[in-house]
């Protein structure tokens, strides 16, 4: 592996984080729009440790409290749960499968947008349920197909292992 290939997986995911921030207006509501930010926590996930994933989940999390301040810790909270556990399941499902990867992106935000409703306790009732069986699926399945997209587009280009990183 050459060394510029390290560097090439951390552009892309600034890139993503560059998208989450620009871009991601353009594509639709909060609500359906694909979540960038949560794109690039699980594509370092897969590739990482556990604990390091649990690290960054939790700094991406403090990124997006920092935006939401209504709901502070519910954000650090679901991201760190959700970065440990998508590196943790790259042990149990083989992780350079594309319609693995697509699936972990889907339930991934699934997951996160289902904990940062319980925990923020803004929801209740049928507005829950409305958030969890309607829209949090619709962007699941948008961030999946980006993740899809990107994976399918540079996923030569990403290759670092564990050994790696």
Known sequence: ???????????????????????????????????????????????????????????VGLVRDALTPASFGAGALAHTLVGYLSSWSKAVFFAE????????????????NLAVALASGKLK????????L????????TTAVAGVLVLWLVGRRIAVRLSDA
């Open 1 to 59: 592996m050459r060394r510029s290939d390290k560097y090439r997986f951390y552009v892309i995911l600034g890139v993503l984080v560059v998208l989450q921030f620009s871009a991601r207006r353009w594509l639709g509501g909060d609500r359906v729009a694909p979540d960038f930010l949560l794109l690039a926590l699980l594509i370092y996930t897969i590739r990482a440790r556990p604990g390091p994933s649990a690290v960054a989940g939790f700094v």
């Open 134 to 141: 309607v829209w949090s699926p619709i962007q699941s399945l």
């Open 97 to 112: 499968n594309l319609f693995v990867n697509g699936c972990l992106f889907f339930a991934g935000t699934w997951c996160r």
């Open 125 to 132: 009732g049928g507005m829950l349920g409305w958030e969890l």
